[in-house]
């Protein structure tokens, strides 16, 4: 046994080295990998070629359109500079509400215009120069000039045109306070004068109690008012209720607030 453990640590030394070697050599005869060159081809170039040419052109026609678009705008802003002062007054003749038109002369001391047609217009510059030849107004022009004016006049006619009363009542009730049971009287005589056949009766109600609560103290007190009405003559078929309930106060508030103005019944006499 003493003799062979020399053997066997020769053994354990040179086979390691033997095997190492024989792999470097077999890494050696083995062929390095060569780098990959990519191909393209003819189609591929020219299709390249032609994407950048499109993309050129997108380029160029925008950069035209741009130009193109500044100079228009460069030319309109001339045009505008060398426009004449505007016109100190216009003056278009309009229906009335009812649909009639009238006339209207436009005098200067340089001259006058008649205006006899819904729509036609004149202006005036100075007043020595007579008013120009009357054509007719676009909407768009009327609209712009005159809207304001238009509104109120409308707003002014619909208020002639009708009449607003408010009754109130007692809380939580149907029942109208003292003095609005003498307002009754007005009512009518303005129902009478009018000779009105469309009367609206509105019930309203504060914030105080449920939202269908409300809206049925609002239909009751309408109704009631209606009936105080039809007593008093008014033809039943002429008056139309309503009720709203707390949703249009007279008087804003928060909910629960026991506005007194807001239990009323609106009266609208046409």
């Known amino acids: 046994m ?123 510059t100075t007043a020595s120069e007579a008013p120009s030849v009357p054509t007719t107004a676009g909407q768009e022009l009327i609209d712009e000039k005159f809207s304001g004016a238009l509104a109120a006049e409308t707003q002014a006619a619909e208020s002639q045109a009708a009449e607003k009363f408010n009754l109130y009542f007692k809380t939580d009730s149907f029942e109208l306070l003292p003095e609005s049971q003498a307002l009754l009287s007005e009512i009518i005589a303005a129902i009478k004068a009018r000779g009105s056949s469309e009367i609206s009766v509105n019930g309203h109600s504060d914030s105080t109690g449920s939202e269908i609560y409300n809206l049925k103290l609002s239909l009751d007190r309408a109704k009631g008012v209606r009936n105080l009405l039809v007593e008093k003559g008014v033809a039943e078929d002429h008056i139309s209720t309503t009720s709203l309930g707390e949703g249009d106060p007279l008087v804003p508030t928060a909910d629960g607030v026991a506005e007194p103005r807001n239990r009323r019944v609106e009266v609208i006499v046409r």
């Not at 802003?77 to 309009?94: D, F, H, M, S």
């Open 2 to 124: 003493e003799i062979l453990t020399p053997i066997l640590v020769l053994l354990v030394v040179v086979l390691p080295a033997f095997f190492d070697g024989a792999d470097k050599e077999k890494a050696a005869s083995q062929p390095e990998p060569t780098a990959q060159v990519e191909v393209i081809t003819e189609a591929e170039v020219k299709k390249a070629a032609e994407v950048k040419k499109a993309a050129e052109a997108k380029k160029a026609a925008e950069a035209k359109k741009a130009a193109e678009a500044k100079k228009a705008a460069e030319a309109k802003k001339a045009a505008e500079a060398k426009k004449p002062a505007e016109a100190t007054e216009t003056v278009v003749l309009q229906a009335d509400l009812d649909g009639t038109v009238g006339q209207a002369e436009v005098i200067t001391a340089g001259g006058s215009q008649l205006l006899t047609e819904a729509g036609q217009m004149t202006t005036v």
